[in-house]
């Protein structure tokens, strides 16, 4: 079969973390005679320098005629002082809201051998956890109005808005409660304080009428940021707003191990979608092959299984990510005692290596 796969590779370690996806994939079209063809596309800074704008409509439209969008990351230092408009992370946002990518799906799941890198106490973590986050990706604070407004006394205030539908909830709440049969699913959010928070447990508790098979709790997110270091094995899905989903998922990501572990699924109704880590472009290593790929190379497991119905060469995909550890080969950011340390394109050509064998 043949494959149309867009390839956003952004700033920072992004191009690096990128080019060891496609490595990857590449190795898996090879071992299963599949064709994915990649066109690249730009965003974020590199799209400032070169077009003007952070998410050309040329980008949209490579995206939009392709069976799933691979993305690196964006941002860095030299395009932190420009304005909203015009930032790297505003052509993240646009790209997330031009192609309908409501439901962002985050799995944070402790691989056995890397259990010696997670903070947790082994009593805490032993066993490992397997969560998967469920953010709400285009709407809330993230796209509510915002401003800046100086009064009579020169004094500046600045302001950001949480509105969301129960539409917006509803439809992310249902991605939920599909991925959460026969499951536990949590909901987070402030529903003591906010009022987007009091509609979205309305909502979600109208929906859970309609699945029983699933248990179904809310929480409150100071409470949730806690439990999740207190004991993660409680949660299996989690469902919650856009900005609570940022800050709770780079939370579960370190429980992993590290940041560098945890890949993304972005979707909308269908099973098109965007994939990217969750982390961000890290400019403090960029360009020193030292970033650890792992992340951007189970978001293509993703892509493959979402997007594609490959669910064999997903698997095989995150059996060689699993098998690179087993060989004790780490980057740094998950090195330990007695394993050897690998560079990004090293770690990129071991994975792939073991999809071959
Ligand atoms: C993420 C990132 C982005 C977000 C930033 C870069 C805009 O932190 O994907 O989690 O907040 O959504
Ligand atoms: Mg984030």
Not at 97 to 109: E, I, Q, Y
Not at 172 to 198: I, P
Not at 321 to 339: N, Q, Y
Request: aromatic share 6%.
């Amino acid at each position: 079969m043949k494959y149309n796969i867009a390839v956003i590779p952004g700033d920072g370690i992004g191009p690096e973390i990128t080019a060891e996806a496609v490595k990857v994939l590449e190795a898996v079209g090879e071992k299963f005679g599949h064709e994915f063809r990649f066109a690249y596309a730009d965003m974020g800074g590199c799209a400032v320098d070169k077009h003007g704008v952070p998410l050309p409509e040329e980008t949209v439209a490579v995206c939009k005629a392709s069976d799933g969008v691979l993305l690196g990351a964006v941002g860095g230092p030299k395009w932190d002082k420009l304005p909203g408009h015009l930032r790297p992370e505003t052509g993240l946002l646009g790209i997330r809201s031009a192609l309908g990518l409501f439901a962002n799906l985050r799995p944070a799941k402790l691989f056995g051998e890397l259990a010696a890198a997670c903070p947790l106490k082994p009593e805490i973590a032993g066993g490992g956890f397997d969560i998967m986050i469920v953010r709400e990706l285009t709407g809330g604070i993230y796209f509510g109005e915002r401003g800046r407004e100086t009064d009579a006394n020169g004094m500046e205030s600045a302001f950001d808005t949480e509105r969301y539908s129960a539409y917006e909830i509803e439809r992310v709440g249902r991605a939920a409660f599909r991925l959460a049969q026969a499951k536990r699913l949590c909901s987070v959010d402030k529903a003591n304080v906010l009022e987007t928070s009091r509609l979205w447990r309305e909502v979600m508790h109208r929906l859970k009428e309609e699945y029983p098979d699933v248990e179904y709790s809310d929480m409150l997110v100071d409470n949730a940021a806690m439990q999740l270091v207190r004991d993660p094995k409680q949660f299996d899905v989690i469902v919650t707003s856009n900005m609570f989903g940022d800050i709770l998922s780079d939370e579960a990501a370190m429980l992993t191990g590290s940041i560098g572990m945890l890949p993304s699924a972005s979707l909308g109704s269908g099973t098109f979608g965007l994939y990217e880590p969750i982390h961000g472009s890290a400019p403090d290593i960029a360009g020193q092959n030292r970033a650890n790929p792992a992340a951007m190379i189970l978001s293509a497991a993703m892509l493959l299984r979402i997007s594609l119905g490959l669910s064999g060469e997903a698997a095989a995909v995150e059996h060689a990510v699993s098998e690179a550890f087993a060989k004790g080969f780490r980057t740094a950011d998950i090195m330990s005692e007695g394993c050897v340390l690998l560079g990004t394109s090293e770690m990129g050509n071991a994975i792939a290596a073991s999809i071959n064998t």
